[in-house]
C-alpha cells in the first residue's frame, strides 16, 4: 500500500530539515517501519522517489542498519542486550527466560504477532547491567523472575505506548545512573520515539 | 579520592530539572555564549580551547582546539555533534544528554560562533530514543528562547540544529562513517586521505565532529578559562573526565574525575570494590576495543598517556571490571562476536577475519575446540593486524578490525592458561 497523505506531509516535513533530500533517507525508513512493522517493498519505491534515488540505493541502505526489519515484527520488540558488560552480569539468563516465556529464538516472530525477539549488541546501559529494550525503551537491572513478568504484562495489558521510566519502575532494579527526571513519552511502535520523525508519545497517566 | 563536577554539576545540583531551559538559565547557563557574543572574537574562543589542552573524549584523544584550527575555509560548513556512543561499557554521553542538554546545546552555539558554522546536527544512535527526545525538547526551548535561528540574541549570529537519529551501527561512531551515515547511505568509513572531515566532510564540506563530552565541556571552558582547565587533571589529560563504570562492582555508575588517579583506587573508591568480595582478575580499562589489564596492574594511571604506554587506551573511558569467577574465554567471544556483528564489510581482513575470529571462540567455548586453534587465532589475527603490536598495524581502512584483536591478545599474552583448559589436552590419533 502506498503512503496516504498524513504520511507524505510528515516525510515532507523530515525532507525540509536537511540540505540534502537523501539525508531524510534514515528517518523515512523509520515511517516506513511504524507503518508496517518492517521496510516494505512498496515503501521502497515510495521512499525511492521521495529522496530521489533508486530502489536499490534504499534498498542497500535498510538493510545495512540493524534497526531497520526486512521481516514484520510483532507489536513489542524485546532486545536483550548480550555486549560485555550485560554477558558477564548474566543477560543469558534474561535470553533464556525471553526464549522460555515466547518460546522464539533470535530474530523471531510469533504466529499473533505480538513479540519479535532478538539479541542485541551493547544499548548503553552496562551500569544498569543486564538490560532489555522494549521497542527502543530501556530498561535497566533486570532478573531472570522480573523478565517473565515483564513479557506476563505486556502479554496481557498490551499497553499502547512503551515508556522507558514506567518498565524501570515496574520490573528494573540497578540503573546506569540516577535517571531523576521524570518522563512520560515513549513509543507506540517498533521504531523509537522521537519527536522528529513524529512517534514520540505521551502516556495517559 | 572525590568527584570533581565540572560537566555534570548542574545535574547534581537539580537532579529533577536540570534539563529545563529555565532552570539552566538561572543557573549560570548561556552566561558562556553571552559572554563570547558580547566579546565578540571567534580567535578568542578557539585559543581558549587551545589552552585548555582538551583532548577528544570519543576515543582517539586528538586534540580539539588543533581539530578547530584545521577546518577549512568554505561558505558552507558544519559542526556533527558524534552522539553514537555505542562503545560496549560506555554510557557517559547518554547521561549528558539525558540531564543536561542545555549544556551541550550551549557548547555547539559557542563552537558554530567560533568557527563560522551555520547548521550543526547532532546525530544520536538510534536506541537512544530518550535521551533524543530530551535532546530535541531542549533545541526547541533554545529556539524559543533566540538562543537558536537567525539573529540569536540580537546579534547577526544564525544557527540550526538538527537531531538526528541512527539506526543501529556501531561502525557510525567512526567520523566519516557517521558522515555517510548523515548523509543517506550506508556507514562505510571513508578512506583519508582525501576525505579528512575539516576538509571534505558532510556534502564534501569543511565540517567539525566532535563528541558529545567534549563540546559539554565548552561552556565551562569559556566560563573559567582554558588555563583553568588545564590547571585540572595531568600535562596530556587536562581536565575532568567521565569514566563509565560497570562490570562486577558493587556500585557501577558515571564519575567525573581529574584524570591522573589509577584504576586500582577508581575502583575501590566508586566501584565500592568487587561484588560478593571476590578478587579482580581483569579490566578493561577503554570500551571493548582496548585490551585488558590484569589484577596486578591497578597501579596504573588513569591519562591517555599512562594507558597507551602501558599497552592500552583510555578510548571512551569505559572500565569494565571481570572478577575472578569470570569465564575470560566467554568474555573474549562476546566481545569478537560485537565486532563480527558491527564490521561494515568493507574491508575483507575485517569483514571474514572477525567471523573467522567469531567462529573459532565459538567453537573453544562450545568444548570443541583443537589446539590448532591457538595457532589459528593467531594467524588470523595476523592477518587483520600484523605482527599483534599496539598501538595496532592497519590493514583497514578504519580501526574496528584491529579492535577485534585486543581481547584476543589479552587472553594469549595473560591468561593462556584460561584457553588452554577449555581445549582438549591429547591430540587425537587419526584412525
Known amino acids: 500500500m502506498s503512503w496516504d497523505n498524513e504520511l507524505l506531509e510528515r516525510a515532507h516535513k523530515i525532507i525540509e530539515l536537511y540540505p540534502q533530500k537523501r539525508s531524510a533517507l534514515g528517518p523515512l525508513l523509520y515511517l516506513a517501519q511504524e507503518k508496517d512493522g518492517f521496510i516494505s517493498d512498496d515503501s521502497i519505491v515510495e521512499i525511492s522517489n521521495l529522496v530521489d534515488i533508486t530502489e536499490v540505493q534504499v534498498k542497500s541502505v535498510s538493510s545495512f542498519y540493524s534497526m531497520y526489519k526486512e521481516e514484520q515484527t510483532g507489536t513489542y520488540l524485546l532486545s536483550v542486550c548480550k555486549s560485555i558488560s550485560c554477558e558477564i552480569n548474566d543477560s543469558r539468563s534474561v535470553i533464556n527466560s525471553v526464549k522460555e516465556f515466547t518460546g522464539l529464538e533470535n530474530y523471531e516472530t510469533d504466529q499473533d504477532k505480538l513479540f519479535t525477539f532478538e539479541e542485541v549488541e551493547c544499548i548503553g546501559a552496562c551500569g544498569g547491567a543486564p538490560a532489555v529494550q522494549v521497542n527502543y525503551e530501556t530498561v535497566e537491572g533486570l532478573t531472570p523472575e522480573k523478565t517473565i513478568e515483564m513479557c506476563e504484562w505486556l502479554k496481557n495489558d498490551k499497553p499502547e505506548i512503551i515508556v522507558a521510566d514506567q518498565l524501570q519502575n515496574k520490573f528494573g532494579g540497578t540503573k546506569s545512573f540516577d535517571w531523576a527526571i521524570e518522563d512520560n513519552t515513549g513509543s507506540a511502535y517498533t521504531v523509537p520515539g522521537f519527536q522528529n520523525i513524529g512517534t514520540a508519545k505521551e502516556k495517559d497517566n | 579520592m572525590k568527584e570533581t563536577l565540572l560537566l555534570t554539576k548542574h545535574m547534581r545540583a537539580f537532579p529533577e530539572n536540570s534539563h529545563n531551559i529555565e532552570v539552566y538559565e538561572k543557573n549560570n547557563g548561556y552566561s558562556a555564549l553571552k559572554k563570547v557574543l558580547k566579546e565578540d572574537n571567534p580567535e578568542n574562543v578557539i585559543n581558549e580551547i587551545k589552552d585548555s589542552n582538551i583532548r577528544g573524549r570519543g576515543g582517539a584523544g586528538f586534540p580539539t582546539g588543533v581539530k578547530w584550527g584545521f577546518l577549512a575555509e568554505d561558505e558552507d560548513r558544519y559542526l556533527v555533534i558524534n ?83 541512527g539506526a543501529g551501527a556501531y561502525i557510525c561512531g567512526e567520523e566519516t562513517a557517521l558522515l555517510n551515515s548523515l548523509e543517506g547511505k550506508r556507514g562505510e568509513p571513508r578512506l583519508k586521505p582525501p576525505y579528512f572531515p575539516a576538509v571534505m566532510g558532510l556534502y564534501n564540506k569543511p565540517t567539525l565532529v566532535n563528541n558529545v563530552e567534549t563540546i559539554s565541556s565548552v561552556p565551562w571552558i569559556i566560563n573559567n578559562s582554558g588555563k ?59 570500551g571493548a576495543s582496548a585490551p585488558w589489564f590484569t589484577g596486578d596492574q591497578l597501579d596504573i594511571k588513569m591519562t591517555i598517556d599512562d594507558v597507551a604506554n602501558a599497552g592500552s587506551m583510555l578510548g571512551s573511558g569505559a572500565v569494565v571490571v571481570m572478577d ?84 584476543i591478545t589479552s587472553l594469549l599474552d595473560n591468561f593462556s592458561d584460561e584457553l588452554m583448559k577449555m581445549l582438549p589436552t591429547k591430540i587425537p590419533i587419526a584412525q
Request: with cysteine; glycine share 10%.
Open chain 2, 324 to 407: 575472578e569467577d569470570t569465564n575470560l574465554v566467554y568474555a573474549a567471544k562476546s566481545i569478537v562476536s560485537f565486532f563480527a556483528h558491527e564490521s561494515c564489510g568493507q574491508c575483507t581482513p575485517c569483514r571474514e577475519g572477525t567471523t573467522w575470529l567469531e567462529m573459532i571462540l565459538e567453537r573453544i567455548a562450545s568444548g570443541r575446540g583443537r589446539l590448532s586453534d591457538i595457532s589459528l587465532l593467531v594467524d588470523v589475527c595476523d592477518n587483520i593486524s600484523p605482527g599483534l603490536s599496539w598501538p595496532p598495524k592497519m590493514t583497514t581502512i578504519c580501526p574496528l578490525g584491529p579492535s577485534a584483536v585486543s581481547p
Open chain 2, 83 to 165: 552522539g553514537d556512543e555505542s562503545e560496549p561499557g560506555t554510557f557517559k554521553d547518554r547521561i549528558l544528554l539525558e540531564r543536561d542538554p542545555h549544556q551541550l546545546i550551549e557548547g555547539v552555539i559557542i563552537t558554530c560562533f567560533a568557527s563560522n558554522i551555520k547548521k550543526a546536527f547532532i546525530y544520536i544512535r538510534g536506541e537512544y530514543a530518550k535521551p533524543a527526545r530530551r535532546v530535541q525538547e531542549a533545541v526547541e526551548q533554545a529556539y524559543e528562547k533566540g538562543y537558536l535561528g537567525d539573529n540569536i540574541l540580537g546579534t547577526n549570529l544564525s544557527l540550526d540544529i538538527v537531531v538526528h537519529l
Open chain 2, 228 to 286: 583553568e582547565y588545564a590547571k585540572l587533571g595531568v600535562e596530556g589529560s587536562t581536565g575532568t573526565r567521565i569514566f563509565s563504570l560497570s562490570g562486577h562492582v558493587r556500585t557501577p555508575g558515571n564519575f567525573e574525575i581529574e584524570m591522573g588517579k589509577s584504576f586500582g583506587e577508581f575502583v575501590d573508591t566508586f566501584g565500592n570494590g568487587i561484588k560478593d568480595d571476590k578478587k579482580l582478575k581483569a579490566y578493561i580499562p577503554g
